[in-house]
Every structure is written in structure tokens, then in C-alpha cells.
């Protein structure tokens, strides 16, 4: 992973999968990373892209996980992992309509109830991921914050202005898939919400904000991305010393 040196302090991390049990009763696998040390933490909701939970992306939950959030990423792919774009697409078709975005909320509601969990919630969100983010943004208002790297804006046009809380949104300057005019479209909805939102476009990235084959320059720009997020967090989650929203027994 390109990343390395974040401002932040790092915590010594476990990780490994579990399910989560949703209320129709069915089981959601789910890869988790956490601070080994006791005490609560803020949480995130990491949703993948399209070619599911692949090492990259336990990579990136290990990352936030050191520097101090418990963090679930549910399996939305129930362990299938793409190797193209043919087979990805037919992953994300077979979520259809709104399983995915059930997923996600499922994880949320697990993670802002865990022991662990101070109960500020975040979602973050890569690609399909970062669309399923600025989903739980326009549906929940008890969670703080959401990031979405790279989301599709597409289907949610004309609800961005009621988003519930803080949105921070990245595009590389590269972008292939969303053009330049959807994302300022994009900026001109969220600039209605009564929160904080902020739309990023950063320079020599494309649609991947954390692959493996990077050039220096690119990894100076995602080293920069993930700084930024984090203290966008820390701003709204607070980190550990915050005193947790509801008594935990």
C-alpha cells in the first residue's frame, strides 16, 4: 500500500472476519481491524469498490485501524472477489436495487452498538463503496461523518441538499468514469446542505486512490488524501477520549 508516515498516533491492531447477524436473521461475513488496547473507539463502516474485499482494502482498514478506529467492512460479495471488469460488474449487478445499501446499514448499526464502539460512526466509502457512503449520508442522521472516494453521484441527484451530516468527497483529477461536469454538479448539491461538505478533486490520481502501483508523485497525493481524511474524522468522531454517545454496560 502506497501510504506510509500518517501525522496520527498508531496502535498495535487486530484483525481477522466475523458476521454480522442482520434482522431478517441472515449473516453478513465482515472483515474487522481494531487498537488491540482496551477502551472505546470511533468507528468506521469501510465499504469496498466493485472488486470486493481484496487485500488493498484490508490494507486500508488495518491503516485506519492503527491510527485508532474500530473498524467493520462488510463483505458485500459474501467472499467472491473480481478479477475483471466484466466479472465486477456482474457482482455489483447482483447486489440489484438497494442489498447493498442494506449491508451497509446492517454494519453501521452493529458497529454504533459494539462495546468497543464510542458509538461515533463513520462511512467510508471507495468507488461502488464511496456511492454507498453518500447513500447512508441522505438516509441516516445518527452517524457523524461520511468519505467517499470516488462515489457515483449519478442516482442520488436532487437529494444531496439533505444530507444529515458532514460529506467529504475525492476525485482524482484523471477521473475516467464521472466527468468533470457531474462532479460539479455534485459540489453545487451538497453546498445546500445545512452541513459541512466538501468536494476534492486531486491532482495525477484517476479512479484508484490507494493501488499498489504507484509512482512517487501518486503516492505523495494519496499520503496527502488519507491525511486529510483522518483529520476530516477527527474532527466529527474525536478519536477515543471522546466520551461515548449512549452508557455502555
Known amino acids: 500500500m502506497p501510504i506510509y508516515e500518517p501525522d496520527h498516533v498508531e496502535y498495535k491492531t487486530s484483525h481477522g472476519k466475523i458476521s454480522i447477524v442482520m ?6 461475513p465482515a472483515y474487522f481491524a481494531h487498537p488491540q488496547i482496551g477502551g472505546q473507539f470511533p468507528g468506521v463502516v ?9 487485500a488493498n482494502v484490508r490494507r486500508i482498514a488495518n491503516l485506519f485501524a492503527q491510527m485508532g478506529y474500530y473498524v467493520i467492512v462488510p463483505d458485500l460479495f459474501a467472499g467472491q472477489i473480481a478479477e475483471t471488469p466484466k466479472q465486477a460488474m456482474a457482482l455489483v449487478k447482483s447486489l440489484g436495487d438497494d442489498k447493498g445499501y442494506l449491508f451497509v446499514d446492517s454494519a453501521l448499526q452493529v458497529l454504533e452498538n459494539h462495546h468497543q464502539c464510542n458509538a461515533y460512526v463513520a462511512a467510508v ?8 457512503a453518500f447513500e447512508a449520508a441522505i438516509k441516516r442522521s445518527d452517524i457523524e461523518a461520511v468519505v467517499a472516494y470516488s462515489g457515483f453521484p449519478h442516482q442520488y ?9 458532514p460529506v467529504q468527497a475525492y476525485y482524482g483529477a484523471e477521473e475516467p468514469h464521472i466527468t468533470p461536469k ?3 454538479r455534485l459540489r453545487v448539491e451538497l453546498a445546500q446542505s445545512e452541513h459541512e461538505t466538501d468536494v476534492q478533486i486531486v491532482d495525477s490520481l484517476g479512479h484508484e486512490f490507494f493501488q499498489d502501483n504507484m509512482d512517487e508523485i501518486m503516492k505523495l497525493k494519496s499520503r496527502d488524501v488519507l491525511k486529510d481524511t483522518l483529520n476530516f474524522l477527527d474532527r466529527y468522531l474525536e478519536g477515543p477520549e471522546k466520551p461515548a454517545k449512549r452508557q455502555i454496560y
Do not use: C, P, R
Open 125 to 132: 466509502g471507495i468507488g461502488m463503496g464511496g456511492s454507498l
Open 157 to 165: 441527484y436532487g437529494k444531496f441538499k439533505d444530507v444529515h451530516v
Open 182 to 184: 457531474l462532479i460539479a
Open 23 to 28: 434482522e431478517n436473521g441472515k449473516q453478513l
Open 46 to 54: 469501510l465499504i469496498h469498490d466493485w472488486w470486493g474485499i481484496t
